[in-house]
């Protein structure tokens, strides 16, 4: 059974960097349907999807974030890692990684569980 | 950019039939996913590529997709399905999600 986790600190400054890992167990991250993602819900809002990457480590971004957003990819670990920069309190939000079957356009179908990230000083 | 559009909240009277709409320019030419996120939890993808469900779900949960709108329905609705949904769409390389209903169960 696949499994992602988020793992990463819980609070950040502002104007700091964001950062947080997805470990995905229990199938490859090399696999060549999928693209992995990161997805946000800031606390009772809606989801806002972050950015994608696949494991050649092509990247698709959400236009309104790409200019912050660096998603990278470690095959050898089977893990992919988001960096937001410069954050404020409009940063605050549960994020989940998720996997993606694009290629089959199959929808989100594995997601962790979500870690909350709160951004205050 | 594109965007998505759902009403705020939908009620359906218990073992009645729940219609989630989600309302996008062309939407029909698009792939769309729905998903189910209960208080606390992780988004359950319930509907894929319009009208297809994952392993699991159940078949009281269907989909359609034409025009300007797809609709998720929510048929014998139980209190277990009282969860928010969100409906979501690939464009130009970017995933879009819709801003979420939330459905109540009478």
């Known amino acids: 059974q696949l499994q992602l986790q988020e793992s990463g600190p819980g609070l950040v400054k502002p104007s700091e960097t964001l950062s947080l890992i997805c470990t995905v167990s229990g199938g490859s991250i090399s696999s060549s349907s999928y693209y992995w993602g990161w997805i946000r819900q800031p606390p009772g809002k809606g989801l806002e999807w972050i950015g994608s990457i696949y494991y050649s480590g092509s990247t698709f971004y959400n236009p309104s974030l790409k200019s912050r957003v660096t998603i990278s990819v470690d095959t050898s670990k089977n893990q992919f890692s988001l960096k937001l920069s410069s954050v404020t309190a409009a940063d605050t939000a549960v994020y989940y990684c998720?996997?993606?079957?694009?290629?089959?356009?199959?929808?989100?179908?594995?997601w962790g569980q979500g870690t909350l990230v709160t951004v205050s000083s | 950019s594109y965007e998505l559009t759902q009403p705020l909240s939908v009620s359906v009277a218990l073992g009645q039939t729940a219609r989630i709409t989600c309302g996008g320019n062309?939407?029909?030419?698009?792939?769309v996913h729905w998903y189910q996120q209960k208080p606390g939890q992780a988004p359950v993808l319930v509907i894929y590529?319009?009208?297809n469900r994952p392993s699991g779900i159940p078949e009281r949960f269907s989909g359609s997709n034409s025009g300007n709108t797809a609709t998720l329905t929510i048929s014998r609705a139980q209190a277990g399905d009282e969860s928010d949904y969100y409906c979501?769409?690939?464009?130009?390389?970017?995933?879009?999600f819709g801003g979420g209903t939330k459905l109540t169960v009478l």
């Open positions: 998720a996997r993606d079957n694009y290629y089959d356009n199959c929808g989100s179908d594995y």
């Open positions: 979501q769409v690939w464009d130009s390389s970017t995933a879009v």
């Open positions: 590529r319009d009208s």
């Open positions: 062309n939407i029909g030419r698009k792939n």
